[in-house]
């Protein structure tokens, strides 16, 4: 069987190697001809991935990749792993998934099956997609051509989170497509699980995000709470965890990041205006979270106060700029909001992080494009006057930082278990 798989990403590239490895050949199709080279050479842009594995199902001639969509015509299954973004006024930005759309649609042969896996609202497949398709290909969805919606889950640095073995939730066009959709996944991977409609598949993911955004906002809500009360929301979780049924942990940070978290609930409140309705709690869930790198700037207020010190012409040092530990991805992180919060204040920043070197330009933090990582040796970590921990990547020696930095803001609990004088460490 050949499929193709469109946007090697963080997404695209992990499935693409796991139906690679499961006897499938795979063409990858990507409209940033760098990633297209790298993957023909046997090369990985992606931390976690190994260049060994690309390299291996390359030499074997199960992986490829082009920039041409003119290969879509000789395979049976077309996945749409492409970026589901928000506009600048947080509405959804769905022009990846149709111009997608668009440039396979006039290649699309009968009997292909078409998958969007981009996390997306109730409708895009077989409302949005399913028009450009149609009208670019003269065909008819369910008649001429197969359509379905398959959310990926992804938790990346987690060693135990394996494409294979991670249930696949799939909604057809109808049940012709998800038969052939079924036919697909299970080639790859281990469990899957059909749902009645593309607009269920759709909902399921949303739901799993939505119930990330809005306990993670809780727990940051019961942190300043709690605070307030003299009491540790850390020491809090690690309590209310033991309870084998009912509870499940979720921890405070220095506000939402990724990919995924901060956007993907957005994409129901949108949707859900269309209907009349309201989405109240993930509202709320944004305002708390997105309310969070403030909290964490007063901290940092506070805990400079508390040695004479002004904001206003400090050097503060940001460790961690990904946005969640040991990954190397930094899209959305609380700490470009925190960089540019104390820097309005008048500190002067920098950062700390091994996995990303050097802030690439983008369209949301232009001026900070170019900026490096400090060096990690006690002079330059002493030179700085409050260190602040916004991710706690395990590569970082904590206890040298306990023993140079001046005075500690955590926002992870990351010197939860590190010698260090008293009074030293603030939690935000
Ligand atoms: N990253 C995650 O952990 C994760 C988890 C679950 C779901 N998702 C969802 O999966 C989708 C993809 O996310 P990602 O993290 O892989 O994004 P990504 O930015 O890492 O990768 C997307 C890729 O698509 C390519 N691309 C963009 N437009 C294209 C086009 N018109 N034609 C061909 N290629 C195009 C980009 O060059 C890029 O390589 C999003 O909807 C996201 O919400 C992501």
Known sequence: MKIAVIGLGYVGLPLSLQFARSCTDVIGIDVDPKKVELINRGLSYIKHIQAADVAERVNAGKLSA??????????????????????????????????????????????????????????????????????????????????????????????????????????????????????LYTRAIDTVVPVSSCRVAEAAKLLENIFRSVNIALVNELKSVYAAMGIDIWEVIEAAKTKPFGFMPFYPGPGLGGHCIPIDPFYLTWKAREYGKNTRFIELAGEINTAMPEHVVHCVADALNSQRKALNGSRILIIGLAYKPNVDDERESPSYALMNLLTERGAKVEYYDPYVPVIKPTREHLHLAGKQSVKWDRATISSFDAALIATNHNCVNYQELADWAQCIIDTRNAMADVKIAAGKVWKA
């Open 66 to 183: 082009t920039t041409d969509f003119g290969c879509i015509k000789d395979v049976e299954a077309v996945i749409i792993c492409v970026p589901t973004p928000l506009t600048k006024n947080r509405e959804p930005d769905i022009s990846f998934v149709l111009d997608t759309g668009r440039s396979i649609a006039p290649h699309l042969a009968k009997g292909t099956l078409v998958v969007l896996e981009s996390t997306t609202y109730p409708g895009t497949t077989d409302e949005d997609l399913r028009a450009v398709l149609e009208e670019g290909s003269g065909m008819k969805a369910g008649v001429d051509f197969y359509l379905a919606f398959s959310p990926e889950r992804e938790d990346p640095a987690n060693d135990q989170s394996k494409v294979k073995l991670i249930p696949k939730v799939i909604g057809g066009y109808t049940p012709a497509c998800l038969e052939r959709a079924i036919a």
